[in-house]
């Protein structure tokens, strides 16, 4: 059963998604209802940045199971008969599945991942879902997950990519992919930030109050979300800084997150991303 938001956070801001599955239309009215729930997220907690940890694995652990509910990336609605697969972060085409399944009726798979040398450190990857309906998403989990857990991840559909591209001029076009990015904060959503990518010809966008683009924004607003299209697939660096007035992304600004991840043409690789830990 989802879980509500408590009682002092009746907007499901402090959330703490994909952590806490559940409180769903609560945490959609904050990313994309506008009105007094994206006022009421639009403040960001940044204190944790530059002393973040990953969480370090159980020694008695022999398994991690995850319970993956996917949904549409607007509505909400379930989207079962979609195939779900755990692959390694080194995977690039997913070629051996750490684990597999296939959403039920509650639009949710579980995947029981066996202890081996890929998840001594716990699981550091993606889930990869395919299904009717649906372009092929990559979906990445941040902090990597070291123990059971629920997560509730979207999947990309055509009618949530597509007006966003043709806002920017561009289409689904066969040879590039595809990145969304909700921005968190220590808590609560990741507000006043930017985005940079390492592909120089990728085209980053910021997303306000239901979901449209906004294509004069420099930096995240209420809704902390962050699109990045007309990106060459492989390897590509997504760096987020701290961005208190509208400006360049640039370097001299903090860093608050930094990864890597794997883009395919024709293909959404979307994640929540917190801050990460520094680099050492």
């Known amino acids: 059963m989802p ?13 703490e998604y994909p952590q806490e599955a559940g409180a769903v239309d609560a945490f959609l009215n904050c990313l994309i209802g506008g009105g007094p729930c994206a006022e009421a997220c639009e403040a960001s907690d940044w204190v944790c940045v530059g002393e973040v940890e990953w969480p370090d694995p159980p020694f008695d652990r022999h398994a991690i199971t995850l319970d993956v509910e996917v949904v549409h990336p607007v509505s909400g609605a379930l989207l079962p008969g979609t195939t779900v697969h755990a692959c390694a972060g080194s995977d690039e085409r997913c070629a051996e599945p750490l684990g597999e399944a296939t959403t039920d009726g509650t639009g ?8 081996r040398a890929t998840l001594v450190a716990g699981f550091f990857g993606y889930l990869e879902a395919r299904g009717p309906g ?3 998403t990559l979906m990445y989990l941040y902090p990597p997950v070291v123990n059971s857990s629920r997560w509730l991840r979207y999947a990309a559909t055509r009618d949530y990519i597509e007006p966003n591209l043709r806002q920017l001029g561009l289409a689904i076009d066969g040879v590039h992919g595809h990145i969304g990015i909700n921005l ?3 808590t609560g959503g990741g507000t006043g930030a930017c985005v940079s990518v390492s592909d120089p010809g990728a085209v980053v966008y910021y997303l306000v109050e239901g979901g449209v683009v906004d294509r004069s924004r420099t930096r995240t607003g209420a809704t902390s979300l962050v699109g990045v299209s007309n990106v060459m697939p492989g390897l590509v660096t ?9 400006g360049p992304c640039t370097a001299d600004l903090e860093l608050v997150s930094e990864v890597t991840v794997w883009v395919r043409a024709d293909t959404a ?7 990460t830990p520094p680099r050492r």
Do not use: K, N, Y
């Open 184 to 186: 968190r904060a220590c």
């Open 238 to 246: 997504i760096q987020a800084r701290r961005a208190p007035v509208d």
């Open 108 to 115: 949710t798979a579980r995947l029981v991942l066996e202890r």
């Open 134 to 136: 649906i372009l092929d």
């Open 269 to 275: 690789t979307f994640m929540d991303l917190p801050p």
């Open 3 to 15: 879980v509500d938001p408590p009682s002092d956070d009746p907007c499901g801001c402090q959330v």
